[in-house]
T-cell receptor, first 114, second 111 residues
Framework: ETGVTQTPRHLVMGMTNKKSLKCEQH?????MYWYKQSAKKPLELMFV???????ENNSVPSRFSPECPNSSHLFLHLHTLQPEDSALYLC?????????????FGSGTQLSVL | GENVEQHPSTLSVQEGDSAVIKCTYS??????FPWYKQELGKGPQLIID?????GEKKDQRIAVTLNKTAKHFSLHITETQPEDSAVYFC??????????FGKGTRLSVIA
């Protein structure tokens, strides 16, 4: 148990659906992250929030919309996704959001877009 | 920006043997080099990290070495056990830019 919980664990959605991924951390950290993990590719940073403010957005398509209502919760809202968006989506947290800090990852949501 | 290359992509060793995974990076300003282990169905977990002011760090059966001149760092696992089977990721950061990960190495320890 890493202290970072993601739901759901698995999600299948059509290209016209709207769904949301949820992440919750119980570590008292100030920073939260969304990563995309695809087969045979490096982990791709999507979004970073520090103290509920977005500080990083790596040119992610607008069909992915993050939300951070407080420092313990992070959402990723999905709409009109493409099949190439199928991947494992990982949430992580860290104490202060510095790049040289330990990241604590959740177990991920395996997303399949049909 | 930073680019991290990781080799090999797959590695099989006999139980009890050593395993070595190597990474190179491109940004000479990088000064933080963590290694993450990802077991099946779980997220990556930090197992060891090294900063540029040291050349080697060891934690029980795991060690990491860093050669800043050559811009490469390596993970060494000795006396491998079946529970070491996982995907291992290296990463690099300058501290001012987000971590950049390698593509991962799938390690299989054969009993």
């Amino acid at each position: 148990e890493t202290g970072v919980t993601q739901t759901p664990r698995h999600l299948v959605m059509g290209m016209t659906n709207k769904k949301s991924l949820k992440c919750e951390q119980h570590l008292g950290h100030n920073a939260m992250y969304w990563y995309k993990q695809s087969a045979k590719k490096p982990l791709e940073l999507m979004f970073v929030y520090s103290l509920e403010e977005r500080v990083e957005n790596n040119s992610v398509p607008s069909r992915f919309s993050p939300e951070c209502p407080n420092s313990s919760h992070l959402f990723l809202h999905l709409h009109t996704l493409q099949p190439e968006d199928s991947a494992l989506y990982l949430c992580a947290s860290s104490p202060q959001g510095a790049a040289n800090e330990k990241l604590f990852f959740g177990s991920g949501t395996q997303l399949s877009v049909l | 920006g930073e680019n991290v290359e990781q080799h090999p992509s797959t590695l099989s060793v006999q139980e009890g043997d050593s395993a070595v995974i190597k990474c190179t990076y491109s940004d000479s300003a990088s000064n933080y080099f963590p290694w993450y282990k990802q077991e099946l169905g779980k997220g990556p977990q930090l197992i060891i990290d090294i900063r540029s002011n040291v050349g080697e760090k060891k934690d029980q059966r795991i060690a990491v070495t860093l050669n800043k001149t050559a811009k490469h760092f390596s993970l060494h696992i000795t006396e491998t056990q079946p529970e070491d089977s996982a995907v291992y990721f290296c990463a690099a950061s300058s501290g001012n830019t987000p971590l950049v990960f390698g593509k991962g190495t799938r390690l299989s320890v054969i009993a």
